[in-house]
C-alpha cells in the first residue's frame, strides 16, 4: 500500500490560509492554543514525512529549529520544534539546491512526478504544507486528503486554500472536531485519487 498526502492547512471560515500577503501560518486571526498545539504535535509527529513549498518551509526553518531548545518557550512548541526538525522533509522548490534539518530538495519541472514516485514507494501520512504544492498533487490526482482546521473569522480577501482549481472535486468526510477558541477540525479524503 501506497504512502498518503495529506494537505494540512489552518484556514478562515471562508478559506483563505493567510490574510496578509506573505503572512505563511503566522496570522494574529487564528486561534492556536495548547490543547489545539498538542493535536498539532500528535498529528505531525505521527506523519511519515512532510512535503512543504519552499515558503511554508522557509517560515518553518526560520523559527522551530530555535524553538526546539528555547527554555523560555512553552513545552508544546519546543515538541513541535523537535518534531519539524527531526521528521524527513522533501521541499519543493525551484531556487534551493539544498535544504538543512533532515530535508531532500525536489524541483525542476518533473517534481509532482518526483512526488508521486514518493507517495507511490512511501507508507503512512506525508504532510503537505502549501497551497502551490497541495494544489498541483490535486491536479495530477495525488492528493488523498485534505485536513483543515478552521479559525472562527471571516476574512474577506487573502491567500485561498488552493490556487485556480478549475475542476469540482468531491470529498468524503472522515472525520471532524472541536477545539477551545472555536476552532473546528474537518478532514477529508479527496476521491478518485
Avoid: C
Avoid at 70 to 75: I, K, L, V, W, Y
Avoid at 93 to 111: E, F, I, Y
Wanted: glycine content about 10%; aromatic content about 8%; charged content about 25%.
Amino acid at each position: 500500500m501506497s504512502a498518503r498526502f495529506v494537505y494540512w492547512m489552518n484556514v478562515s471560515l471562508d478559506l483563505f490560509i493567510e490574510h496578509a500577503p506573505d503572512e505563511q501560518g503566522g496570522g494574529d486571526w487564528m486561534s492556536i492554543g495548547e490543547e489545539l498545539h498538542e493535536v498539532f504535535n500528535a498529528r505531525a509527529d505521527a506523519l511519515t514525512m512532510m512535503v512543504q513549498g519552499r515558503k511554508v518551509f522557509e517560515t518553518m526553518e526560520s523559527f522551530w529549529p530555535e524553538a526546539r531548545d528555547n527554555a523560555e518557550f512553552p513545552r508544546v512548541y519546543r515538541d513541535y520544534g523537535r518534531i519539524w526538525t527531526d521528521k524527513p522533509k522533501i521541499l519543493v522548490s525551484r531556487t534551493r539546491s539544498v535544504a538543512p534539518h533532515n530535508t531532500t530538495v525536489v524541483g525542476g519541472d518533473n517534481a509532482i512526478e518526483r512526488l508521486g514516485e514518493v507517495r507511490e514507494s512511501g507508507r503512512g501520512e506525508i504532510g503537505v504544507g502549501g497551497a502551490g504544492v497541495a494544489t498541483q498533487l490535486l491536479r495530477a490526482g495525488l492528493l488523498d486528503e485534505v485536513l483543515i482546521f478552521t479559525h472562527p473569522v471571516i476574512l474577506g480577501s487573502g491567500r485561498p486554500l488552493f490556487d485556480d482549481v478549475t475542476s469540482l472535486v468531491r470529498l468524503d468526510l472522515l472525520e471532524h472536531a472541536s477545539y477551545a477558541g472555536g476552532v473546528t477540525m474537518h478532514r477529508y479524503a479527496v476521491k478518485n485519487a
